[in-house]
């Protein structure tokens, strides 16, 4: 499993958060075993293969940590998404820029670009090109006004 894969697999997560009562590391704890992956992977290529042990901290970490800064990173979005309520904007589009601003704030390991590019791509495969372009014009506003100050 790569780094994107991962990342696929915590925005997913992330997601799931938006929905759920149930805490970060309980859903963590149920999704991130071999059993839930050989489940899910029936359904959903990316399950194919479990994560290792650095894969699994990686994505605890960026599903923790948009946990945690939820409310910091909505805001984020919120005041980028010019015209819009934060209400209006898909849930897996939400998920999609949380875990791309995380990384971009708290990831130093994790270039800047490519946590963004990483994000338009996955949002490809779950959103509009109308969606993906308003992801892309979010992260980039995002990027180029609260990294340059």
Not at 57 to 70: F, K, N, S, T
Not at 120 to 134: G, N
Not at 136 to 142: A, E, H, K, P, Y
Request: hydrophobic share 40%; glycine share 4%.
């Amino acid at each position: 499993m790569v780094r994107n894969t991962a990342r696929e697999i915590a925005v997913h997560l992330s997601y799931e958060l938006s929905f759920t009562d149930k805490t970060a590391e309980e859903l963590l704890g149920q999704r991130l075993t071999a059993a839930a992956f050989a489940e899910l992977a029936e359904e959903e290529d990316l399950y194919r293969e479990a994560p290792n042990a650095k894969q699994t901290a990686y994505i605890r970490r960026l599903v923790q940590g948009v946990d945690e800064h939820g409310a910091e990173l909505d805001g984020y979005i919120e005041k980028y998404a010019k015209g819009w309520k934060f209400s209006r904007i898909p849930l897996v589009a939400s998920a999609i820029m949380r875990v791309a601003m995380y990384e971009v704030l708290y990831m130093p390991d994790v270039p800047n670009a490519a946590a963004i590019n990483e994000a338009v791509e996955i949002a490809k495969k779950y959103e509009t090109p109308e969606t993906v372009k308003f992801i892309n014009g979010i992260l980039g506003s995002f990027s180029r006004q609260e990294l340059s100050e």
